[in-house]
Each structure stands twice: as C-alpha cells, then as structure tokens.
C-alpha cells in the first residue's frame, strides 16, 4: 500500500514554484519521519488529481527528489522513499514549531502524580517475575478463549459483535452473573442491579464519582489498593485512611460521619488478610449505625483454593447498603478488562448513566466471548486448574521463605496468589527493587499502598502467579541475598 494520499497538502504560505512547493512537502515528510525508508508514494497521477495539479508538475518534482535520494524507483511499481535517504532528526517536533501554550495554566485537572506503581511492560523476559496479576500462558486456556471469540463473531452473534447497546449491557453476560457467579459468593440480584464496568478499578471510579463529593467522608484501608486512593483523591472527597491488623479493617476505627466505607474482606489489599464472619456482621452493624454504605471489592475470591471462601460481606447485607465489585480481569486475563457492579437498582441506574457519557459500554464482542467462555465451563475448568498450581507454588514460596528466614508479614488463610513480606527497618523496598531488577528479579515495593507521607518504605508483595515453580528458591534465595 501506498502513503495515504490524502496526507499530502500543499504549504499555501511556502515559497517557490508548484515543483519546488512538492519536492519540499515531501522530503519535508521524509525528514519528519513521516514517511519512512521503503514507503510508496501515491502515483503522480493521484498525487496530481490530489492537488489539482498537472501530472508533468509531480513528475518533475517526483524526479529531482530521485536525483538527490530522497526517493527510489522501481521500475513500473513506482516510487520508494529512498533507503539513502537522510534519518529523521532526534527530535519530537520540527524545530521550526514552538508551543506557546502554558500547560501548567492551562490544564485545569489534574490526574498525574497519584502513587500507582509503574510496573515493567517486558515483566516476562525477567528470570523472576514475583509480580502480582499477570497471566501466566502455561494456565491460561487460549485455545478455548480462541474458539469462543470465534463463536461470537459469527452470524448468530452478529447483533452482540455489531450493535449499540447504548447504556445496556450483553444480556447473556449479565444472565450468567446473575444465575451462576454471583449464587455462589451467596448474593441474589436481578438485571436491573448488575452493571458490567471496564474491570474492578472501573467500577470503583464509577462508583465514587456516584457516591462521594468534596462535603463527604470515604473511609478506606491502610494499606490499601493504590488506585483506589488515586480515585479517591481525583473525587475530591474527605479521606479517612484506617489501619488494619491480621483480620482486615477493624469496624470500631471507622470515624463518626464516614459516607462510604470501602473494604476488601475476602482478599485484603495487599495483606491478604481474610476478614472473620464475626468482624464482617461488625461492620455491617458500624454502617447501619452511621447510615453508610459499603463498596466491598471481591476481587479474589476465585482464588480461595484452600477451603471455601467466606460469606461475601453483600450476601450478609439486610439492609441494601453494601454494593459489590467483581472481576473477571483477575481470573482470566488483566487485559480483558472485564468487571462488574452489583447493588440498587437507583445506585446502578446512576452508574449506568454515567458509564454511558463516557464509553456507552464495554465491547460487545468481549462482552459475548466472556458469556461463551463462561457458559461452556471453560472458566470453571480454568479456576481448578489454577488453584492447584497456585497451591504448589504457595507450598515451595512457604517452605523458600522460612528456608532463607523472609519475615511474612501477611499471607491469605484462604488462598490468594501473593505474600505480603516486611523487611529490616532500615530497608528502603523502592532501592531494593531496583537493585533485584539488575539481578532478573521483580518485586513490588509496599510504599504506594500505604497512606501518609509518613508510609512505611520496608515493605513489599510477592506475587506467584506468573512464576514457574522450579524457579521460585532460586529467586527467594536472590531476594534473601540482596536483604543481607
């Protein structure tokens, strides 16, 4: 294929002849790295129809750029930018462009700066991922996924691949939650109350931009999920960061006047911590008394592998005050980006209007893979075939950890697929991360989850999801070695 030609536009304030004008456009495009080395032009006959120019006018500018090697012809398939021809300048823009904008002025939100992590995108050349979240291909059932993306795509899915749901959602999707996911972490919920968002994190900004304002009070965990806080912080609500011990958010710490109590029971963040049935009634007995709500975030509980995981905090909920947050992002892909809400009615109709002013709805073609996916047992089969490995990977983690004497400082009674770990005092995790990161190791520094700038910096996650067995002493034994 040819440059598109429609990229090509004549300087009305250059200098020069029509030739002159050409020749300048396009080896200013050249030198731009627009078009680059084995590129094909437009045929002079287009380019000139193009610029309501004459043919013989291209041609002559098309065969000085030749003399000078700026192009190249191949006899009768055209023109080629040259692979003579002069490398594009190390510069972001032509030097002759000067923004005179005052951004700092000008942007009047601000959404950087938050305290989320930036995690490697080439995580999976390194010898020792201990990296919380990624897919590990060995588990993940891509042949099935395939099949199911193919089903969706033919002609009896065409109006679920094709069509506007506006502000609806797939309605297989949501009947599978509603009948199958949601019955086993004990919550029943119509339609009407299940939205599907763009994964948990998404729920969570939808949820917040509905429920908080700068007057109201939002109690969150501490340490917490970091992004949540980056949420938090953009609603600009009143925070009010609680400190957990080895059974998750105690009930009696949340203050007088709190709105909304954001919690993560099954799996706390990054902890671990399963909150006990007995603590759970407790802070739903705190909520009623401050007529609060909760958002509680379940965004593990497919990894409860050791025994069943614990009554969801929503299914123990008589009041209709709790609103739930799930993900399928966790349990079959994080670039799936696939999550849903579940609460009132009047709360989801909000969410829902809401979530339609900024994306209308997620895809409906992974809307209807997931539907496929799930429907066929496929997921059911994936989550048993993960909970054994993770089960082996914990016990060789364990027995590593204790071999090269790590300090736990939380682990998941129930499952999970991470560690939260302590190191000496005087340890700064970030420093150590890096310096495992020159050794092929990965780790994730606890300091983003805490609150305040007084944060804890001896402290981080070890994740061993995407970790093949055989490698996890090896990595610990590294791990050990940078410690000492």
Known sequence: MSIPVETFFLDAASQGTLQARIQQMVAEGILSGRFRQGEKLPSTRRLAAHLGVSRITVTLAYTELLANDYLTSRGRSGYFVSDNAPDPPRFPQPPHRQDRVDWSRAIATRFTGGATPVKPQDWARYRYPFIYGQTDPALFDHANWRLCAMQALGTRDFN????????????????????????????????????????????????????????????????????????????????????VDEHGLPPEAVPDGTDVIFATPSHQCPTSATMPLDRRRALLSRARELDALI?????????????????????????????????????????????????????????????????????????????????????????????????????????????????????????????WMQAPPQVDTTDLAQTLGDRQVLIEPGAPFFSGADAPTNFYRLAYSSIPVSRIPEGIALIAAALR
């Open 295 to 419: 958002v509680e975030d379940d965004y593990e509980f497919e990894m409860s592998y050791f025994q069943p995981p614990m009554p969801a905090l929503k299914s123990l909920d008589e009041d209709g005050r709790v609103i739930y947050v799930g993900s399928f992002s966790k349990s079959l892909f994080p670039g799936l980006r696939l999550g849903y809400l579940v609460g009132h009615a009047a709360f989801i109709a909000e969410a829902r209007a809401l979530r339609a002013s900024v994306l209308r709805h997620p895809p409906g073609h992974i809307q209807r893979t997931a539907a496929h996916f799930l429907r066929l047992g496929h997921y059911d089969a994936l989550i048993r075939r993960s909970a054994r490995a993770l089960t082996e990977r914990r016990q060789v983690m364990e027995t590593a950890i204790a071999a090269e004497g790590l300090d736990i400082a939380g682990r998941g009674a129930h499952g999970g697929s991470s560690f």
């Open 160 to 243: 679920a691949l094709t069509r506007d749901y506006y502000d609806q959602d797939d309605p297989e999707l949501v009947a599978f939650i509603a009948r199958h996911t949601l019955p086993r972490r004990g919550i029943i919920a119509a339609p009407s109350e299940i939205l599907i968002t763009l994964g948990a994190q998404n729920a969570l900004w939808l949820t917040a931009q509905v429920l908080l304002t700068p007057a109201r009070l939002a109690a969150i965990e501490n340490p917490c999920y970091h992004a949540l806080r980056d949420i938090l912080t953009q609603s600009r609500c009143r925070l009010a960061p609680i400190g």
